[in-house]
């Protein structure tokens, strides 16, 4: 990670990466400091989406805890989040039937009283122009790959991607050197598994006193349906069927706007068996009549998905280092029980906003902003996460139905007694839960019958994504040798099902197989980075503005 190409240069106080939930409170904040204390200070997002919200994906019930802190007036000021939820309902699912659990034995944080369903892509759209009014430098379809560091190690910047480099490296005509954005401190906001938080977390060893974080994958569908079926403000989630009982996961289903209707399904990575496919997964859950009944009559008329950060208060890793800190779904806030973290990503955002901003005020730049872990353990955002941390252990250990009842019940233990400090460790990383072939059992997926249940390559299109042909593939075997001698016979190559995309194939040809990569397919998920049971997919930025094009996901 150096400057070795002659790069144009830009200076800020402070450079963000990513324009999510988290990236652009932390800008909101700076400005607003700015402005309260008379004292001009320069912020930049940088956002690899072509456009803000272009690559934001969530279900997305949103707890407008950090929105009302951030701009207090920010229902009377054009926002999107416009519908106020009304009616909260949880399933355990049979193959034809389920059980609904009453209200009354939700711990009182699982209510969703008062939060707001909407769209997080347009959430974060209006932020940013919130933003752009106080005078943060909003940058899109801009890619950030490396990190500047000092002499001393520090963190000094970041350094965007170069444009123009054909898929054999070479340089095309219409080559141009990334940039290089030097700040006195560097957030990096760009949700769960971006490229340079893991990398920064690996060279820094920030995850040395914490445990392995854990990830799920979010595939989601939006849908209009007609007027007499829509109920605004209705919030349904599931679990059990159809997953087995020792694979976490579950469904969402969310009524807003006018007439559409968020459809989505999670599977926790740490499942065993090597032949569950999360997308066949989340169109065989759609048939189930709990969820069908919704959508009958209506039109698919979104499609994405997006790891998402499930390991909890354990599994936090260090803050800040020295130039810079982890903030959002980047440090991994999100409340596993509740599905929501766009309200911690804010809060965590604005808590290092307002530290970096203390110690640009006095004078300092590129040391460690102590002041911002110390503020996240002072906080709401810490209170609420250590509620709930032994939810997904509990759930990872004992299954579904067993383990979402003990956790339940630790929930209120930890409710009613918040001294309580036993915490229980995650045991593995995701990509080491896989069972070999052998050992599994392979499962029949319906096909798809074309109107509640679709086949990948059209969802895929629905996702708008695009990706310039004639570019390095962005997802990196670091070596191309084990995807067919190895993870095949171990594990009937798994990449195959994972990917909501259908980026990763097997083919046969006379006789012998390859693997193929339709690198063009990717929806910036980073499953695959996560869950490749030999970690050799490195997932890394293509250009900046390619990837999906998300509208009101």
Not at 314 to 340: D, E, H
Not at 463 to 475: I, K, R, Y
Not at 511 to 523: E, L
Request: negative net charge; aromatic residues 8%.
């Amino acid at each position: 990670m150096s400057e070795a190409t002659d790069r144009e240069t830009m200076e800020f106080d402070v450079v963000i990466v990513g324009a999510g939930p988290a990236g652009l409170a932390a800008a909101i904040r700076l400005k607003q400091l700015g402005s309260e204390k008379g004292k001009d200070v320069s912020v930049v997002v940088l956002e690899k989406g072509s456009q803000v919200g272009a690559h934001i994906l969530s279900g997305a019930v949103i707890d407008p805890v950090a929105l009302d802190r951030l701009l207090p007036d920010w229902r009377n000021q054009g926002s999107p989040l416009q519908t106020e939820v009304t009616e909260d309902r949880f399933y355990y699912l049979t193959e034809k039937g389920g059980v609904r659990f009453p209200s009354f034995l939700m711990p009182p944080l699982m209510s969703n009283h008062g939060c707001y369903v909407g769209s997080l892509g347009s959430l974060c759209r209006w932020l940013g122009e919130q933003a752009e009014g106080l005078g943060v430098e909003i940058y899109p379809g801009i890619a950030v790959t490396q990190a500047i560091f000092g002499p001393d190690g520090a963190v000094e910047g970041v350094i965007t991607g170069d444009l123009g480099v054909a898929r054999d490296g070479s340089h095309k005509d219409s080559y141009t050197p990334g940039n290089a954005l030097r700040g006195k401190y560097t957030l990096l906001a760009e949700g769960a598994r971006g490229s340079l938080t893991k990398a920064l977390i690996g060279k820094l060893g920030l995850d040395a006193d914490s445990g392995p974080q854990k990830f799920g994958i979010g595939l989601k569908e939006l849908w209009e349906v007609p007027q007499a079926k829509h109920r605004p403000g209705l919030v349904q989630h599931t679990m059990g069927w159809p997953l087995e009982d020792g694979t976490g996961g579950g469904s969402f289903l969310y009524h807003f706007g006018d007439n559409l209707v968020s459809v989505g399904f999670v599977v926790h990575l740490d499942y065993a068996n090597p032949y569950l496919n999360p997308f066949g997964e989340f169109q065989r859950a759609k048939l189930h009549p709990r969820i069908a009944t919704h959508l009958e009559g209506g039109k698919r008329i979104g499609y994405g998905a997006r790891a998402l950060t499930e390991g909890g208060w354990q599994a936090i890793p260090r803050l800040a280092f020295p130039g810079g800190a982890l903030i959002g779904c980047a440090a991994g806030f999100m409340n596993v029980p509740r599905i929501k973290g766009s309200h911690n990503a804010m809060l965590s955002g604005m808590l290092a906003a307002e530290a970096a901003f203390e110690a640009i005020g006095a004078g300092r730049a590129g040391d460690v902003l102590a002041a911002y872990p110390e503020s996240v353990r002072k906080s709401s955002l810490d209170a609420e996460l250590k509620k709930v941390r032994n939810v997904k252990p509990l759930w990872s250990r004992a299954g579904t139905r067993l383990g979402v009842m003990l956790g339940g019940i630790d929930m209120w233990l930890n409710t009613l007694f918040p001294f309580l400090t036993y915490t229980l460790k995650h045991k593995k990383p995701d990509y080491a839960s896989l069972q070999k072939a052998t050992a599994a059992k392979a499962i029949e997926y319906p096909k798809p019958d074309g109107v509640l249940s679709f086949d990948i390559l059209s969802s895929v299109f629905l996702s708008g994504t695009n990706h310039a042909e004639n570019q390095p593939v962005h997802l990196v075997l670091a070596d191309p040798s084990i995807p067919i001698e190895h993870n095949l016979p171990d594990y009937a190559e798994p990449a195959q099902r994972y990917c909501p995309a259908l980026v990763y194939e097997v083919v046969s040809e006379g006789g012998s197989s390859r693997f193929q990569i339709n690198a063009q397919n990717c929806v910036h998920c980073k499953t695959c980075d996560v869950k490749d049971p030999a970690q050799n997919i490195n997932w890394v930025p293509p250009e900046g503005g390619d990837g999906p094009n998300y509208v009101n996901m």
